[in-house]
């Protein structure tokens, strides 16, 4: 399996959810600038769509758009998805919200043409947070398991962080969770990435809030 990516962007997400499974995927860098990989092909060759992440399976069979590679991912390993009657359901749910609703609010942050714009994407995300906040069972958005809706959330809120937008305790929470677990910080790393804080002392900053 080949996962193709640009270094923090959301497919940080499909990512962090390999080295969380344990198996080995080769890697591929994307200059989303130039439109180049690594290996010096044209992106658009391997996904005419030209965003990451794009997952190109044992078969061949690509897979693009973070809702499918994540809920793919669960399907084919459920250490990261979400068990119950209505497990894949409110798995699709909160990854269908973090795409299309909070992912998307991103766009005239990282556009940073118009500052009135940046300004109410930052009040949106702001908000949607908020919504998943009020809803996460803790430390993860579903109780104590992780799952591949963590990965995701985790990518957007460090983009928050990027961009100055105030984080809800609860999350904190959940970014300080996600920080301390070993598969983060190797993905991380394995893309240059900086960690954002030592181990815990987020949590320990959610918990004097
Ligand atoms: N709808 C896509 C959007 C993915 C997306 O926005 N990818 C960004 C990086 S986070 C990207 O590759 N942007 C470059 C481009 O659109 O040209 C998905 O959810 O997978």
Redesign the pocket.
């Known amino acids: 399996m080949k996962l193709y990516y ?1 270094p923090g ?3 940080l997400a499909a990512h962090i959810a390999f080295e969380e499974i344990g198996i080995p995927v080769e890697l591929e860098r ?1 200059d ?1 600038e130039t439109g180049q990989t690594a290996l010096g092909e044209k992106f658009a060759s391997i996904n005419p ?5 794009a997952l190109v399976l044992h078969d061949g069979t690509l897979v ?4 499918a ?1 994540l809920d793919w991912i669960a399907d084919e390993y459920p250490v990261l998805g979400l068990a119950g009657p209505l497990g894949r359901t409110r798995l699709i749910e909160t990854l269908a919200y973090l ?1 299309t609703e909070v ?1 998307k609010s991103f766009k005239p942050l990282f556009a940073g043409k118009y500052d009135e714009e940046m300004a109410r994407a930052r009040v949106l995300v702001a908000r949607r947070l908020e919504l998943l906040a009020e809803r996460t069972q803790g430390p993860y958005l579903f109780g104590v398991h992780v799952s591949v809706a963590d990965c995701y959330l985790f990518v957007m809120l460090l983009w928050s962080k990027r961009f100055g937008i105030a984080i809800p305790p609860a999350l904190l929470v959940l970014l300080g969770s996600m920080v301390a677990r070993p598969a983060v910080q190797r993905a991380m790393g394995q893309e240059g990435l900086r960690v954002p804080l030592a181990e815990g002392s987020l949590q320990k900053r959610a918990e004097v809030a």
Do not use: D, F
């Not at 769509?49 to 992440?53: E, F, L, R």
């Not at 693009?64 to 809702?67: F, G, L, S, V, W």
């Open positions: 640009a962007a959301c497919s994307v989303l769509k030209g965003y990451v992440p693009t758009e973070n809702i590679v795409s992912h």
